[in-house]
């Protein structure tokens, strides 16, 4: 349970609000690099911590990210006609290039300075791991964070796109939530014994080697944030052997669940998020069977799951066409399918900013407690003026691992599924 003056310090992140300020310490992801325009095609609108943004592609190649607020008197430039070297705004025909500088202004005399002086709000930006990483914050930007499916080849990793109508803190808070998977995502998962770590099957299904509902959850403090063990009985051996799943989390709205699915909530203002999902393979590229395997799973089929604008046909007013009938047929525990849309739905249900003074949490929900005290720890400094230690900022990304196993249920998780990481500097217990 949470006040509601810390709700909203952990949940509000527009202008100045300590949330937002400490986000934009952050690269944050902006857009997928699909969604950029080819050049002479046009911006794509880009919101993050609430601020108003486009990026385009100017005719060289280079990606811009500025305000989507001409700064002669206000236009939207996702109006703005494209014309390689910078974007024209159609009304008094201002001309602003790619570093931001208003290079034209024909309606000024021929001989005002004016040109040349005024500027739009413009932030780096960088292209990786097929992302558009922004860095909206002070001074100089903090090293790119290089999570371990950045340096693979484009092959190896899928990057996927979807908007939740709810509070960043919301979506991550599912992330960090392994008891959910066994109610809300059941029909996605079979236990099975046979299996000694979790396998996506071609029909999308999942083979889980338990059927403990009741994890412990135990917490091992990182640089970058934590990692998590939810700790189950094995279907094998329920009384010596263990399935555990390791989820980790990095600040500041980063997961890595098992088997290898990143998921980043990242905040277009206090009420809209955009989930980006990755999956990938350190060892072989992904075929077509196993991606279409992964968007069944996880409903993110472009076309079928997901509408143009990444959003979905299900949502609050049709009560996401949750399938009642199914339901009492048997046929669905949930009557909602696919993870994702499952996800969307129970988090979009609790309103766009969970209220959190009327909650009840238990012994699953510690991951969840433990996030939102480290970013309530941070937003409660810049709250009171003081400059924040955020470590994570210079930690190394790389080591953003998900894992599971079964193991003995006397050995120690975390040495057993991180080895000589584990030994090596993470992994404080709290
Ligand atoms: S508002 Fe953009 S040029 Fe006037
Ligand atoms: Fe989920």
Redesign the pocket.
């Known amino acids: 349970m949470l006040s509601k003056a810390d709700n909203e310090l952990m949940c509000r992140v527009e202008g100045d609000q300590p949330m937002g300020i400490f986000l934009r310490r952050f690269w944050m992801p902006a857009c997928l690099l699909d969604e950029i325009p080819s050049p002479g095609e046009g911006p794509v609108r880009v919101n993050l911590v609430g601020e108003r943004l486009v990026a385009w592609r100017n005719a060289e190649g280079r990606v811009g990210l500025m305000s989507e607020v001409?700064?002669?008197?206000?236009?939207s430039?996702m109006l703005?006609r494209d014309e390689g070297d910078g974007l024209?705004?159609?009304?008094?025909?201002?001309k602003i290039d790619v570093a931001g500088h208003v290079c034209e202004?024909p309606?000024e005399p021929k001989d005002s300075r004016m040109c040349g002086r005024v500027n739009n709000t413009t932030y780096p930006c960088v292209e990786a791991g097929g992302l558009l990483w922004a860095y909206l914050g002070p001074g100089e930007p903090p090293p790119l964070p290089r999570f371990p499916w950045m340096d693979l080849p484009p092959t190896h990793y899928v990057v996927r796109k979807t908007l939740y109508n709810v509070n960043f803190v919301q979506s991550l808070e599912g992330s960090l939530d392994s008891a959910h998977s066994d109610f809300l995502h059941s029909a996605e998962t079979s236990a099975s014994g046979d299996y000694d770590q979790d396998q996506v099957h071609s029909d999308g299904r999942r083979s889980r080697p338990s059927t403990d509902t009741s994890p412990e959850i135990d917490v091992r403090e990182t640089e970058f944030g934590f990692i998590y063990g939810a700790i189950r009985k094995a279907v094998a051996d329920p009384e010596k052997l263990a399935y555990v799943r390791a989820t980790a989390y990095a600040l500041p709205f980063y997961s890595m669940i098992p088997p290898v699915y990143m998921q980043a909530s990242v905040p277009l203002d206090s009420e809209n998020t955009a989930m980006y999902l990755v999956w990938y393979d350190n060892e072989h590229p992904l075929s077509p069977v196993e991606v279409k395997a992964h968007e069944t799973f996880l409903g993110l089929r472009m076309g079928e799951d997901l509408l143009p604008d990444y959003r979905r046909p299900g949502r609050a007013d049709n009560r996401w066409f949750q399938d009642r009938e199914g339901i009492k047929a048997g046929k669905t525990y949930t009557g909602l399918y696919g993870t994702t849309m499952q996800d969307i739905a129970v988090q979009e249900s609790m309103g766009p900013i969970q209220d959190r003074t009327i909650e009840h949490l238990g012994m699953t929900d510690k991951a969840i407690v433990h996030m939102r005290r480290m970013l309530l720890a941070t937003a409660r400094q810049i709250r009171d003026g003081k400059e924040p230690e955020i470590p994570a900022l210079n930690s190394d990304y790389s080591q953003v691992r998900s894992a599971a196993a079964t193991i003995n249920r006397d050995d120690d998780w975390w040495e057993k599924l991180y080895g000589a990481a584990a030994t090596a500097s993470l992994g404080k217990a709290v």
């Open positions: 001409c700064p002669h008197r206000g236009v430039l703005a024209r705004c159609i009304y008094h025909g201002w202004m309606g």
